[in-house]
Structures are given as C-alpha cells and as structure tokens.
C-alpha cells in the first residue's frame, strides 16, 4: 500500500469515524437517560435528508437554510416521538418500550416509502461546501475536512452542555437516578425532552451530512448506519459521551482499513461491526469508557 | 356427564373437525386460498416459537428470520435436483458432497430445524449472556450476519442470486399439520416443568436464579427449541414459495412475527394462532390499498408499502393502548367453552352430589 493510498483511506476513515461518532452521541444519550434503543433514531436521519433535498431541489431554497429547517423538523419529530410512543410506556416492561421503538422505526421507514418512493434520489451537493482539493497527487473532497471539523465543534458543544449548564447537570442526574432526580425538583420530562432535542438534531446534522458523503438517499437508507452507531455506542460505553466518539472513531476506522487492508472480505462489510459488538459485548460488556453498573434487586 | 370425559370428546371433536375442514379445503379450495392458508401455518409457526422466547421466557431476540433463513436453504439444498442445481449454479459451481445430494422432503425439513437449532445453539451460547435491549441489538446483528454469510458463500448457497426450482408442496396437510404438531410439542412444554422454569425468568430473574433455576441452561434450551422451529417455518417457507435469495430474510419477517405475537398476547400460544391466521389473511386482503382504485370516480393511485404502514400502526396501537393483546397470558381451554355454555362445574368433593 502505497503513502497515498494510506492518507487516503485515513482520510475516509476519519470522515466515516466522525459521521459515525455523531449519530452514536444521539443513542448514547437517550440510552442513558431512559435505558432505551431509540430505534427511530435511525430513521431520523433520513427524515433529515429528505427534508433538506426537497428543501433545496422543490422549494429552492439557499442550502444552509434547508439544513436548519431539517434540523429543527427532524428535533420537533424526535421530542414528539417520546411524547407519543415512549412517555406513555415509561412504567411498562422494557420489552414494551423496545417493541414501541421497533414499531416507531418501521412507521417511519415505511411512511418513507409511501410518501416518497422506495426508488433512491440523488442529494445535491451545493457547491459552496462541496469542491475538489488538490495537494500533490492527492485529490479529496472538501467534506473530507469539513465532516470532521462539524463533528469535533458539536462535540465540545454538547460535551460542555453535558457537564457545565444547568440542564446537563439534570440530565446526568435523570441518568443516574430517575426517581430520585425527579424527587430532587428535576423536571423529568422536560429533561428527557431536552435530551430528544440535542439527540435528533445530531442525528439531523449526521443524517445530512451523511447524504451530502454519499449523496444517495432512500427511505431505508437510516437502517444500517442506525445499527452501527448503536454498535459504537456500545462499544465506548453505552451512556457515555466521549465513548461514544471512540466507539464511532474506532468503526468507522475500522471498516475503511478492513476493505483497504482485504479487499476480499469486501463482501463481509457490514458483519464487521456486528463481529466487534459481539466481541465487546461478550469480553467487556460495560464498553471501553462505560462504567460498571451493578443491579440492585 | 363428567366434565373430563366432556372435554376429551370435545378434544376428539376438535381434531375430527380440523381434520374435515382440511380435507374440505384441500378438495374444494382454490390456489390461492390453499396457499393463503399455508402461509397462515407457517407464520402460526413462527409466531408459536418466537413466543417461546419472548412471551414465555422473556427474551427479546430479534435473530428469527436468521434462523428461517439458514433453515429455508438446507431444506432447499438437500431436495433440489442434481440436474437443476447445475443450472441454477451458474457462477460458480456448488462444492462436491451437496452436488450430488437428493433427498426427500420430510427428511430434509427436519434436518434444516435442526441445523438451524444448532445454529440457535451457538449463537445463544455467547448472547444469552446479554439481557433485554442488548440481546436484542445482538440477535438482530447475527441475523444480519448470517444472511451476509449467505450472499456471500456463493459455491454453497448461490449467493444473491438465490435458489429457484425448489421442490413445490401444496398440500394443506403438511404445512397444517406440522404447525399443528408445532403447537402440541409447544403447548407441552410449556406446561412442563420447563416451562415453569421459563416463565420463572421471564417474571423475575433473580428470583428465579434464587429459586435454584440454572438461568442460562433454560434460556438456552428455549432459544435453540425457538430455532429449530423458525428453522422449519423457513423449509416450509422455500417449499411454499419454490424460491429462496438472502433478501427474502430481511428484519421484514421478524417484524411481522413481533407483530403476530404482540397481536396475540406475549405469553398465549392460542393469541399466536389466531394472530397468525389473521395477519396473514389481512396481509392479503389488505393487498386492495395498494392497487389503484376507483373511488366514487376518484381515481386513487396504487400505493405500495401502505399495508406495512398499516401493520406499523396496528403494532404501535396495540402495544400503547392495549397492551395485552387478544389474549394476554391466557389460553384457550374447554372449562372457559363449558363454563360459558352452562355446564355445571363438578362440585368439590363433599360438598355437591354430581355425576
């Protein structure tokens, strides 16, 4: 493998690492606070994609102006699907919740297909964030610099909302301790509303700039970057923000190096990401940075 | 009449009567309703099995259409001609012992439920570990796993171009009958000391740890049980249908079992059966919202994807507003048929005079 090839698969690793990262952050802090696979999540980027395309292709409007209504919408439909789907269930079984989620997905998912076409559109890519950059022989696109810039700037954003506001105080103690937050003057739901706030606008962010790396969307096109951010959550550490960063970082990483590294087992992709889950989950269950949590009877 | 003797005419009754109503709909019923009916049996399977996990031994696994997979092309592999497998495996040819095998339906059924239990085995082995949302996120990556496995063995399993000239089976005996014989095995295990031990964990873990129940021995014993079913649901799914490819085994499938199940009542294997009836009748009936229609001379055009929609939203209604289902965690029984039609419950001893 040559120099260039190296920097370049790093450069699509980081890129891959960082859109992961992003998305990951959303599970993570739902998972913290209600102990739930949001699995919606997912599909929230999709939602996000397609509101910017028809933003930008049917209502022309500038893209930076799409972006933010896709971001604001994809946050409004996140908070409302706690609202209606999780809030109501929050004393039931966990495998209700989880079913709710699943069926939550599937609506969305299926919706997509209904409202829009299962066929696959093209994204475009304005050309004021999106242009070819030369050094030597090297040539990437500007996203290769400008995806993991976004992705380092949102994560101090949230890691100092997380750890220095007054709503990322609540939010850590909801995590720790539902009821006793809740005793303690926390405003429980306005807390977990909070966090479907932060969680789906990352995802809306990811979701974008995911079509604007791999400018085709389709209403399924959430499914398997959805499950592989939960992987890297798990694998840094479920309920943990810089965990999930690793988790995202080490994935995406990963599956560049192994397709460069052994283009035969190209086909094998995306049982990467399930093979390492096992392998965490089996070897170190808590993740890299996750605590130890013990049951309490 | 003693109310024992009552039930076991009643039972007879019941098997007479299914057995009629078979013969009846394999003399007079047409193609597509004999293969509407078929489906409904494969799917009663599927849902009676994925029960076990879930309703009665409170696993959340999403892995059942890995396991229906691996069951649907062993049971392929096994009956397909020598003559066709040289044709349809034209990429690359199927490696030597598998080439040559022909074997008869029956057996080769059996034997993909039971790989697929084998399989459920090692799977369950490391995963069983695991609980609730993770076990799920675990289950549903194998499942995933092994459907990228089979695209990609491509001198084994043809890869995505899948299998065709499946040996067909039309008749409503079989599939009825093994879903039947799916619902006795299960029913009796359920109310065996097993079974307790099942519903032991699914209720409380810990106690039941403390109780002296081996945790992990009973999970694992219900999820491979849960395989080997799902496994002969998928033969039968490739003998129905006379077709298999990787995308077939999508999470579509396990969706709609968890649908079939939540439908039915997590923890009732009668809410399975009549689930699984009725959400494959009304996956077919309901087949008219995606043609175009003609509505009061309004030309409405077909929409596809409305029915899963449609089952999306059933789903999140059940699970929201009536969470029990049809039957919650009861079963079918005659006490609750003759209680209802006035058949005096024999009296305790000593106290009434009775038959």
Redesign the interface.
């Given at each position: 493998m040559t120099g260039e090839i190296f920097l370049q698969n790093l450069a699509n690793g980081i890129s891959l690492g960082s859109l992961y990262a992003l998305i990951a952050i959303g599970y993570t802090m739902v998972y913290g606070i209600l102990?739930?696979?949001n699995f919606a999540h997912a599909d929230l980027l999709m939602v996000a994609a397609y509101v910017a395309f028809y933003g930008i292709l049917v209502f022309t409007l500038p893209w930076w102006l799409s972006f933010l209504i896709a971001i604001v919408v994809t946050a409004i439909l996140g908070v409302s699907i706690e609202k209606v789907?999780y809030r109501?269930?929050r004393d039931?079984p966990?495998?209700?919740v989880?079913?709710?989620a699943?069926?939550?997905s599937?609506?969305l998912e299926?919706?997509g297909?209904?409202a829009i076409g299962?066929r696959p559109k093209s994204f475009p890519r304005p050309e004021d964030i999106v242009w070819n950059i030369n050094i030597g022989d090297i040539s990437f696109l500007s996203l290769t610099i400008i995806i993991p810039l976004i992705t380092v700037i949102l994560l101090v954003a949230v890691t100092y909302m997380v750890n220095k506001t007054k709503i990322g105080t609540a939010m850590r103690a909801v995590s720790r301790d539902f009821e006793t937050a809740s005793l303690m003057a926390v405003d429980v739901n306005k807390v977990v509303s909070a966090t479907f706030v932060v969680g789906s606008s990352l995802a809306a962010v990811g979701g974008i700039m995911w079509s604007l790396q791999y400018p085709q969307i389709d209403p399924l096109m959430g499914?398997f970057p959805g499950?592989k951010c939960?992987?890297a959550a798990?694998m840094g550490g479920i309920g943990s923000i810089p965990g999930a960063m690793l988790g995202g970082f080490i994935l995406g990483m990963g599956e560049v190096f192994l397709v460069a590294f052994m283009p035969e087992l190209s086909?094998?992709r995306?049982?990467f990401?399930?093979?390492i889950?096992?392998f965490i989950?089996?070897f170190k269950?808590t993740g890299i940075l996750g605590e130890n949590v013990v049951?309490k009877? | 009449m003693d109310r024992q003797k009552i039930k076991t005419f009643l039972t007879l009754g019941l098997v007479l009567l299914s057995c009629l109503v078979l013969f009846w709909g394999e003399q007079y019923l047409g193609k597509f309703s004999t293969r509407v009916l078929n489906l409904a049996a494969i799917f009663v399977i599927l849902g009676a099995s994925m029960n076990l996990v879930?309703g009665f031994t409170?696993m959340?696994s999403l892995g059942h259409a890995g396991f229906m997979c691996v069951g649907a092309y062993v049971s392929a592999i096994l009956t397909m001609s020598p003559e066709s497998k040289e044709m349809i495996y034209f990429m690359e040819p199927i490696i030597s012992p598998l080439d040559k095998i022909h074997w008869p339906v029956f057996p080769a059924i059996l034997t993909a439920g039971l790989v697929a239990a084998f399989f459920g085995f090692l799977i369950g082995f490391?995963?069983l570990?695991?609980r609730?949302?993770?076990l799920?996120?675990?289950t549903?990556?194998?499942g995933?796993?092994i459907r990228?496995?089979v695209?990609?063995t491509i001198s084994i399993t043809n890869g995505s171009l899948g299998l065709k000239n499946i040996p067909p089976i039309k008749s409503l005996w079989v599939y009825w009958g093994f879903a039947i014989a799916t619902i006795w095995i299960l029913k009796q295990l359920i109310n065996s000391s097993w079974g307790y031990a099942f519903k032991a964990i699914r209720d409380n873990e810990?106690a039941a740890e403390a109780m002296g129940i081996d945790i992990f021995k009973h999970k694992l014993m219900s999820f491979t049980i849960g395989a080997f079913f799902a496994g002969l649901a998928g033969a039968l799914m490739g003998h129905l249908i006379t077709s298999v490819d990787p995308t077939m085994f999508r999470?579509l499938f396990t969706?709609q079992i968890?649908l079939i199940i939540?439908l039915g009542g997590?923890g009732s294997l009668t809410g399975s059966v009549i689930a699984g009836v009725l959400v494959t009748v009304m996956m077919e009936v309901l087949r008219f919202v995606e043609q175009p229609m003609n509505l009061f001379g309004l030309q409405i055009p077909g929409?596809?994807?409305?029915r899963?929609?449609i089952?999306?939203?059933l789903?999140?209604v059940v699970?929201?507003f009536y969470?029990q289902g049809l039957m919650g965690t009861r079963e079918f029984n005659w006490d609750w048929v003759l209680d209802k039609v006035g058949v005096g419950r024999r009296k305790e001893k000593g106290v009434g005079v009775d038959g």
């Open positions: 102990r739930l696979i789907a109501p269930l039931a966990r495998i209700s989880l079913i709710s699943i069926g939550v599937f609506l299926n919706l297909i209904v299962a499914v499950l939960f992987i798990v086909g094998y995306d049982a990401a399930f093979v889950l096992i989950l089996l269950p049951e009877v | 879930l409170g959340f490391p995963a570990r695991l609730d949302d993770y799920a996120i675990a549903l990556g194998f995933e796993i990228i496995i695209t990609n810990i999470f969706f968890l939540v997590l929409i596809p994807g409305m899963m929609v089952f999306a939203l789903l999140l699970i929201l969470r």
